[in-house]
């Protein structure tokens, strides 16, 4: 049932309190005045009076929207009805995949414009793959423990080591940090070609041989991020620059 816009006036109640303020509450109010609304706003000072805006109105929640006679519901129920996108709680997505990758490539092409005055260069391809290793290794860092719980569904290694769940993420750092300044390449390309070709064994057997549907634990133990292309895509980064950056750095200078 889409809003009645007619009248383009909406009812909002929210919390507004000295110790708090509800961001649904904001969020709501710029949805419905971007939508061209004229917002009735109406704040619940206390939790007494929240308490019984909630029971007049038997509400589990706030903020509320009306318009008119009509309750719409919570900010999530606003957005569906202006026809947005709601995630359910525990969708698998690749946005925060993406939103690494794309970070890592823009990052390495600047770092190639102020190194060499050109976007295209084979360092801007390396310090691509360097750059998304760190950046992935921070979102494990975060929080290695779920990370650690997370790896454990199918790192090979680590169910037969367990602490390897908790090395793992700093292995990844250490070897981007190195291969972005293009020194010690003896000592992280052994460790990217270790943790890659575990990782990529691990999930080609969970993913493609087991068929099992699992998160990745790419971007930290709270990922959403389905198992699969993507995971084993991180490892082959890896073994490649493990192979590449010692051909490149000894043998062709």
Known sequence: MALDQSGKTATLYRMVMPDHLCPYGLKSKDLLE???????DHHLKTRDE?????????????????????????????????????????????????AVFSVAF??????????????????AFEWFIAISMCLLAVQKLQDVESFSTMFLNYDLLARR??????????????????????ALIWVAAPVALFIG?????????????????????CVGGSSNVPLGFVSLSENLMMIAMAIWMPIRMYWLG
């Open 106 to 123: 823009l990052m390495a092409l600047a770092v190639s414009w102020y190194a060499f005055g050109t976007l295209l260069s084979i360092r």
């Open 50 to 98: 929240t308490e019984a805006f909630k029971r007049e109105y038997d509400v589990d929640t706030t903020p509320q929207i009306f318009v008119g006679d009509e309750r719409i519901g919570g900010y999530d129920d606003l957005r569906e009805h202006f026809g947005q996108e709601v995630k359910d709680e525990g969708e698998t997505s690749y946005q925060p995949v993406i």
């Open 161 to 182: 080591w367990v602490r390897y769940g908790y090395v793992y993420p700093f292995g990844e750092a250490l070897a981007g940090i190195l291969m972005i300044a293009g």
């Open 34 to 40: 971007r939508h061209g609304f004229t917002v009735e």
């Open 197 to 217: 070709t575990v990782g990529a064994v691990s999930v080609f057997k969970a993913v493609y041989i087991d068929k099992r549907e699992l998160k990745c634990a």
